[in-house]
T-cell receptor, first 111, second 114 residues
Framework: EPEVTQTPSHQVTQMGQEVILRCVPI?????FYWYRQILGQKVEFLVS????????KSEIFDDQFSVERPDGSNFTLKIRSTKLEDSAMYFC?????????FGPGTRLTVL | DQQVKQNSPSLSVQEGRISILNCDYT??????FLWYKKYPAEGPTFLIS?????DKNEDGRFTVFLNKSAKHLSLHIVPSQPGDSAVYFC?????????????FGKGTLLTVNP
């Protein structure tokens, strides 16, 4: 079965630094998402992306966050200036229909 | 704003018995409901879904029941196996057009004891 891949699996960064989390969605999917899960909490929606633009974003997704689909295959989440509270698992997902396929996640640790 | 609620943080059952995981929602505009299973350090894996126009969907050992009047759904796993031990997330979707956004519950940790 096709799968969503994410790199890196673990990213450690200093507070205030920029990070870029990368995702390769399933090739024929049209909808792309980022979610995050802070340790011990629920999976939270961050942003959805369709037709090369953001279709919806949550309150968490402030000006420090941005997403891009720079080419036909990658989908990236950038955090411009990381904060301690950005430490979480970040999941990318893609869909062509209601069912979303999730990647294995990137664990972001902000020190 | 908890639109999707899983009130039981954990559930423990014996191998071979039935596991029943519950989920409540508040938004009557949701179109689909999905159950995802998650192991530690992995992404959520889709299990089964149900459209808001149905009341039951079955796939092997997994059955999802939807009670729209009560805004309640449940996932039944029978028979339960030790490999089913994981966190189960209920998710609801209101979509169409340019967006299919999932709203997740907090999850229920299922432990199936051999």
């Amino acid at each position: 079965e096709p799968e969503v891949t994410q790199t890196p699996s673990h990213q450690v960064t200093q507070m205030g630094q920029e990070v870029i989390l990368r995702c390769v969605p399933i090739s024929n999917h049209l909808y792309f998402y980022w979610y995050r899960q802070i340790l011990g909490q629920k999976v939270e929606f961050l942003v959805s992306f369709y037709n090369n633009e953001i279709s919806e974003k949550s309150e968490i997704f402030d000006d420090q966050f941005s997403v891009e689909r720079p080419d036909g295959s990658n989908f990236t989440l950038k955090i411009r200036s990381t904060k301690l509270e950005d430490s979480a698992m970040y999941f990318c997902a893609s869909a062509s229909a209601p069912r979303q396929y999730f990647g294995p996640g990137t664990r972001l640790t902000v020190l | 704003d908890q639109q999707v609620k899983q009130n039981s943080p954990s559930l423990s059952v014996q191998e071979g018995r039935i596991s029943i995981l519950n989920c409540d929602y508040t938004n009557s505009m949701f179109d689909y409901f999905l159950w995802y299973k998650k192991y530690p350090a992995e992404g959520p894996t889709f299990l089964i879904s149900i459209s808001s126009i149905k009341d039951k969907n079955e796939d092997g050992r997994f059955t999802v029941f939807l009670n729209k009047s009560a805004k309640h759904l449940s996932l039944h796993i029978v028979p339960s196996q030790p490999g089913d031990s994981a966190v189960y997330f209920c998710a609801a979707l209101r979509g169409g057009g340019s967006n299919y956004k999932l709203t997740f519950g907090k999850g229920t940790l299922l432990t199936v004891n051999p």
